[in-house]
């Protein structure tokens, strides 16, 4: 394993726009970003961009994202910078987002806790299609997760495997962390986009429509999506598609029973509505998706 040259980055807070995040940032920089450090990046991250396993000057392991110096002076880049500090401000303290250790500017990174485990990707890559009541069992946590992000306002907006994690030794995967929240937004910030947000193969329609809007029922659209591959093991469209084609495939979900037996017939409902393409046609909440995921745990278990 090839090892990168030393990156050596200097804490400092210089980037957001939005007055409101500066005087936020401004007051908790003591607190959590008051060290200046040297980072070794040992290894890139599959699946998580400009994301590495590295270590501190102590030798111990961190998890570093950072963004090339030709990148950041991009705006969308700079804005997914603050929006992950952000929400770490509020999401951290709960366990659901990796606390932030450090933060720069002459290189644009964050530092966080670095976890052994695994992402939700790893097991699907590994196990494949997995039985209507393990799918059930690994996506309810998920969306509890969610739950707990909306009621503190954010909307994630690109959920996906990569970015579901599980501590070593969670094997029944009930305690998901969520990673990459540089799409995150908080509802009362919510407006038409003029630009594509999240990843194409999870982020609901709206997302990669001229002047949509995302709220909370486009996460629930990304689980939707996520369910579907956890049952069959495929997408619910063609996967080589691109630009307007693939969003005109997202239009079109097949029922995951026709795909595979794993997928018994209620919990192939829950993920039709779960990914219809019209917001008011899928479930309005994460309380009433949970709702339909516990009865159809009920009737199972007579």
């Not at 090339?68 to 969308?76: A, G, I, K, Y």
């Not at 503190?152 to 009930?174: Q, S, T, W």
């Not at 018994?264 to 709702?291: G, N, V, W």
Request: aromatic share 8%; hydrophobic share 35%.
């Amino acid at each position: 394993m090839s090892t990168e040259p030393t990156l050596v980055l200097i804490p400092h807070i210089d980037f957001p726009n939005d007055p409101s995040t500066l005087e936020l940032l401004t007051e908790q920089q003591e607190h959590y970003f008051g060290r200046t450090d040297t980072y070794q990046p040992l290894e890139r991250l599959e699946g998580l961009c400009g994301s590495y396993k590295a270590k501190n000057h102590a030798e111990e392991p961190v998890f570093l994202k950072a963004f090339d110096n030709t990148e950041v002076d991009q705006p969308l880049l700079r804005d997914m910078y603050a929006r992950e500090l952000r929400a770490a401000q509020d999401m951290a303290p709960l366990g659901i987002m990796l606390p932030i250790k450090d933060t720069g500017r002459e290189h644009v990174f964050i530092v966080q806790e670095f976890i052994p485990g695994r992402t939700l990707s790893d097991y699907i890559t590994i196990g494949g299609a997995v039985e209507a009541d393990h799918a059930r069992k690994i996506i309810t946590p998920i969306a509890n997760t969610m739950k707990l992000t909306h009621s503190k306002g954010y909307i994630h907006r690109d959920l996906k495997p990569d970015n579901i994690m599980y501590r070593a030794g969670d094997f029944k995967l009930e305690h998901p962390i969520i990673l990459d929240w540089g799409f995150a937004c908080r509802e009362s910030e919510l407006q038409m986009i003029d630009h594509c947000v999240g990843t194409p193969k999870y982020a609901a329609p709206e997302q990669f429509k001229p002047y949509g809007i995302a709220d909370e029922r486009s996460d629930i659209y990304s689980l939707g999506i996520l369910l579907y591959k956890l049952l069959t093991g495929t997408y619910p469209y063609k996967e080589e598609s691109k630009g307007s084609d693939f969003v005109r495939q997202k239009e079109y979900a097949h029922n995951p029973l026709l795909k595979n037996n794993f997928a018994d017939a209620r919990l192939s409902l829950i993920t039709l509505k779960m990914t219809q393409p019209a917001k008011s046609d899928r479930h309005q909440t994460i309380d009433e998706l949970l709702e339909d995921l516990n009865m159809t745990r009920m009737v199972a278990a007579r």
